[in-house]
């Protein structure tokens, strides 16, 4: 098994910033790839960012290239999503989770989540 919690959401105003992390415990040896994911009110969950755990390989939604960055520290279990220039529309919580798969785009996939940590973003 895998724990995941998550910390930093928050209450931001358009173009700002905020950095979102990401403790994982456990079994940890066994991660292949951890990914952020969210959902806003009424829609479904949407991928937003994904990073090999070994490699360190990134993957974005195209509508977050560029503001958007994910790491990972290893010695620290812990991967991180830096968000800059931050729009309304980025408002949802935020959800952590790892996979024993390399289907870095693919909910289903991943096996373990955090429970999730709200950025609302103010117009």
């Known amino acids: 098994q895998v724990q995941l919690v998550e910390s930093g959401g928050g209450l931001v105003q358009a173009g700002g910033s905020l950095r979102l992390s990401c403790v994982a415990s456990?079994?940890?040896?066994?991660?292949?790839?951890m990914g952020w994911f969210r959902q806003a009110p009424g829609k479904e969950r949407q991928f937003v960012a994904a990073?090999?755990?070994?490699?360190?390989?990134?993957y974005y939604l195209d509508s977050v290239k560029g503001r958007f960055t994910i790491s990972r520290d290893s010695s620290k279990n812990t991967v991180y999503l830096q968000m800059n220039s931050l729009k309304p529309e980025d408002t949802a919580v935020y959800y952590c989770?790892?996979?024993?798969?390399?289907?870095?785009?693919?909910?289903?996939?991943?096996?373990?989540w955090g429970q999730g940590t709200q950025v609302t973003v103010s117009s």
């Open positions: 990073i090999s755990w070994s490699v360190g390989s990134t």
């Open positions: 989770a790892a996979s024993h798969s390399t289907r870095y785009y693919y909910g289903p996939s991943y096996d373990y």
């Open positions: 456990g079994r940890t040896f066994s991660i292949v790839t």
